[in-house]
């Protein structure tokens, strides 16, 4: 007959992900000829618990390498960019606990880029993974009919003591 225990460990309570497209214009000094090339560096983030949801603050760096002056001459531009994204994640409230875990699953793409009105308008693709750890009881079912240990003797009897003693030849050195 198994009886029941109850286990207190860490567990996924929580998990979902979801895909951002934003986008930004980005002024620069001088009239772009041509967009050569537009990348994302420095990604941090880092998630918090607001409300019934699930935040994340994050920022990036974008680069975008331009050509002006009749494609004579190159810059790049930087524009830093901070983010706000919510996760509508079911969360138990009274779990106080808990550990938020964020893992960017895409990191911050530019996935296009264009040049209107002497201005660069570009757009940013990413995608968010959000895992929340907190306690959680199992119950598992425990065997109580352990099976029996075998008893094992080692113990040395007087016969094979004395047979031992005769075997010896003690003229063997």
């Known amino acids: 007959?198994?009886?029941?225990k109850e286990i207190v460990t860490k567990a996924?309570?929580?998990k979902g992900k979801k895909a951002f497209k934003n986008s930004y214009t980005m002024d620069v000094e001088n009239n772009p000829t041509t967009v050569l090339g537009c990348w994302?560096?420095?990604h941090k983030f880092k998630g918090?618990?607001?409300g019934s949801s699930i935040g994340v603050d994050g920022s990036y760096d974008v680069n975008i390498w331009y050509s002006y002056d009749n494609d004579s001459k190159t810059?790049?531009?930087t524009k830093n960019i901070t983010y706000n994204d919510l996760f509508n994640l079911k969360v138990n409230e009274d779990d106080n606990d808990s550990e938020i875990i964020v893992r960017a699953l895409n990191?911050?793409?530019c996935s296009n880029v264009s040049i209107h009105d002497n201005k660069i308008d570009f757009d940013?693709?990413?995608e968010l993974?959000?895992?929340?750890?907190?306690d959680k009881k199992l119950k598992i079912a425990v065997e109580d009919d352990e099976e029996p240990w075998q008893i094992l003797d080692d113990e040395v009897s007087d016969d094979d003591l004395k047979d031992i003693d005769q075997s010896v030849n003690e003229d063997y050195l």
Not at 129 to 134: P, S
């Open 1 to 4: 007959m198994a009886s029941y």
């Open 12 to 14: 996924v309570i929580g």
């Open 40 to 42: 994302v560096i420095n």
């Open 48 to 50: 918090y618990k607001s």
């Open 75 to 77: 810059l790049v531009a």
């Open 107 to 109: 990191q911050p793409n």
């Open 124 to 126: 940013i693709e990413k």
């Open 129 to 134: 993974g959000v895992e929340i750890v907190g």
